[in-house]
Structures are given as structure tokens and as C-alpha cells.
């Protein structure tokens, strides 16, 4: 491949569809059904280290809250209970159910 160019094949992102997002056993492809319409959608972009907890750390510069390291994806209702609670708060919780 030349320079500045890169191959798809074996690329982890493409298989992103056939995984479950954090904590969830369905797989993001069945979650992202278009026939689908709610007020939230089933699969939410979630901060791993949530903003609000890093601000209490100091940590308040967006271009390092919203890293791509950051980010995982999580069913909308997972979001919303792990709220802005640290990861070794929520993630015993979660792991557990």
C-alpha cells in the first residue's frame, strides 16, 4: 500500500458491528435497527472516565475528555446509571449483572 493510505481488510473497526457494547450481550448491529424509532437511541457513546469525574480531578481541557480512548459504547440505559461515577465505582456494578 502506498503512503497515507489504509487497508480495511482486517481492520478491528469493520467488526465493530458483530460485538456487544460494554457490558451488554447484544451485538450493535441488532441495536442499530433503522425500522427502530425511540426518543434515545439503544447504543450511546459513553466516557469511560466520565467529564464530570475528571473535572474533579482537575482534568478539564476538552481536547483530553473527549480523547477516542475515552469512548466506549454502551446501551442508553447503562449510560444513564453509570451517570458521572467514576470507572472503579461502576464498573464492579456493571460487571456483576
Request: charged share 20%; net charge negative.
Amino acid at each position: 500500500m502506498g503512503e497515507g493510505t489504509t487497508s480495511l481488510k482486517g481492520n478491528p473497526i469493520m467488526t465493530l458491528p458483530l460485538r456487544p457494547p460494554l457490558f451488554s450481550d447484544q451485538k450493535i448491529l441488532m441495536m442499530l435497527d433503522p425500522s427502530v424509532h425511540a426518543n434515545r437511541p439503544a447504543v450511546e457513546r459513553h466516557h469511560v472516565f466520565p467529564k464530570a469525574y475528571l473535572e474533579t480531578i482537575g482534568i478539564t481541557d476538552t481536547r483530553d475528555t473527549n480523547q477516542i480512548a475515552n469512548y466506549a459504547l454502551l446501551e442508553w440505559g447503562d449510560n444513564a446509571d453509570i451517570s458521572d461515577s467514576a470507572p472503579v465505582e461502576y464498573q464492579p456494578v456493571m460487571r456483576s449483572e
